[in-house]
């Protein structure tokens, strides 16, 4: 069950009968084989083992965030995000944002809303100093780090989980969704922080 919700998965298999035993084994070994392969993945995406990139899938995801972080696109978008009156992320502004909240957990929970995440993460781990500059060019002149690590200790007491968010954000929506569960949490949408 926990595999059939975090994705959904068809498979179509097309071929013309047989009547060889050699043809039959070889199409239940196929049939076989396919069907042990979804499962695998299946399982892989239920336990989050499906995260974890191969190197050769780091290698890729790492040469697309090179062309990325030297875009045009990025370049104009940190623009923008230095002009604003409040913090924003790359899908402001889109159709994507404007989604019912059960089709942003739909995405979360597909294979591509995982495929995304996954070069999130990566993003996260291999431009974090880049991304960390930024956010600082962002915010501006006025950037206190030791105001800003105050006030964010200050936050952090107030409930036994904290976590910031983007009001419309789906990983942030699917965040929410799980720690509904729990008592003691507090979300503090960013957009109303201004920079």
């Not at 954000?169 to 699917?174: I, S």
């Amino acid at each position: 069950d926990e595999a059939d919700d975090a994705t959904r998965m068809t498979w179509t298999v097309e071929y013309e009968p047989f009547d060889s035993d050699a043809a039959r084994q070889w199409t239940g070994f196929l049939t076989g084989f396919i069907v042990s392969r979804a499962a695998d993945e299946l399982a892989k995406i239920a336990s989050g083992a499906d995260q974890e990139p191969t190197p050769v899938e780091r290698w890729a995801i790492r040469r697309f965030l090179d062309w990325f972080r030297d875009s045009e696109l990025v370049k104009e978008q940190h623009a923008s995000h230095v002009a604003a009156p409040t913090v924003t992320h790359l899908l402001k502004g889109t159709p994507f944002v404007d989604a019912k909240d059960d089709q942003k957990l739909s995405f979360t929970a597909s294979y591509v809303g995982r495929l995304v995440a996954r070069i999130i993460k990566e993003e996260g781990e291999y431009l974090r100093e880049w991304k960390v500059d930024k956010i600082r060019e962002a915010v501006g002149p006025d950037y206190d780090a030791a105001l800003a690590a105050s006030d964010l200790a200050a936050e952090i007491q107030r409930a036994d989980v904290v976590f910031f968010s983007f009001i419309d954000c789906p990983w942030c929506v699917a965040a929410k969704e799980l720690l509904a569960a729990y008592d003691d949490v507090l979300e503090i949408p960013l957009e109303p922080l201004g920079q």
